[in-house]
Antibody, heavy 122, light 110 residues
């Protein structure tokens, strides 16, 4: 079955760029949307954005000016970059596959990676 | 402040039934399907219900979802101690052009 694994620095300095990679195993990136979602400690989930296997992206309007997502179909990897980070960006970051059902906007997140904690601090 | 509104907590005794609500608007729940996720302590969220009322393979039929208008509900019957978790609803929002989540409901099994 498809498994996702996030990786990247656990500590990022304020004003710098957070960079994470999600490695997909057990299946191909092709033909799917993929999303990044984050969760501050003790808080709820926030959708960051999605990318299709062709590279087409949609970002959360509240983060759009700072987010860049990309996909490497040869390595079966996704990447997330978030610029100008502050303490408010401290969270567990998840990647998830986005299967599609019949009908408009019929999507869900499954499976999820285990998540990686990123702390923004000097 | 989450776009979708869930009660912050819910509780029930083993064997009984509990329901968790999720309230939205015409741009999200009112016009798109709802998904539910279960997050056990210290773990990643897991898909519980998709397309309003569909259970993925492996999810017990004790879990069921429904939607009416701009609200959705998750029902858990035959409550078990291992159901103690945080539950999140989510839907696509056409106005925001993105997914929105509820704030999460912490379920306690008494």
């Amino acid at each position: 079955q498809v498994q996702l694994q996030e990786s990247g620095p656990g500590l990022v300095k304020p004003s710098e760029t957070l960079s994470l990679t999600c490695t997909v195993s057990g299946g191909s990136i092709n033909g799917y949307y993929w999303s990044w979602i984050r969760q501050p400690a003790g808080k709820g989930l926030e959708w960051i954005g999605r990318i299709y296997s062709t590279g087409s992206t949609t970002y959360n309007p509240s983060l759009k000016s700072r987010v860049t997502m990309s996909v490497d179909t040869f390595k079966n990897q996704l990447s997330l970059k978030l610029s100008s980070v502050t303490a408010a960006d401290t969270a567990v970051y998840y990647c998830a596959r986005v299967p599609q059902g019949a009908g408009l906007n019929v999507f869900w997140f499954d499976p999820w990676g285990q998540g990686t904690l990123v702390t923004v601090s000097s | 402040q989450s776009v979708l509104t869930q009660p912050p907590s819910a509780s029930g005794t083993p064997g009984l039934r509990v329901t968790i609500s999720c309230s939205g608007s015409s741009s999200n729940i009112g016009s798109n399907t709802v998904n539910w996720y279960q997050q056990l302590p210290g773990t990643a969220p897991k898909l519980l219900i998709y397309s309003n009322n569909q259970r993925p393979s492996g999810v017990p039929d004790r879990f069921s979802g429904s939607k009416s208008g701009t609200s959705a509900s998750l029902a858990i019957s035959g409550l078990q101690s291992e159901d103690e978790a945080d539950y999140y609803c989510a839907a696509w929002d056409g106005s925001l052009n993105g997914w929105v989540f509820g704030g999460g409901t912490k379920l306690t099994v008494l």
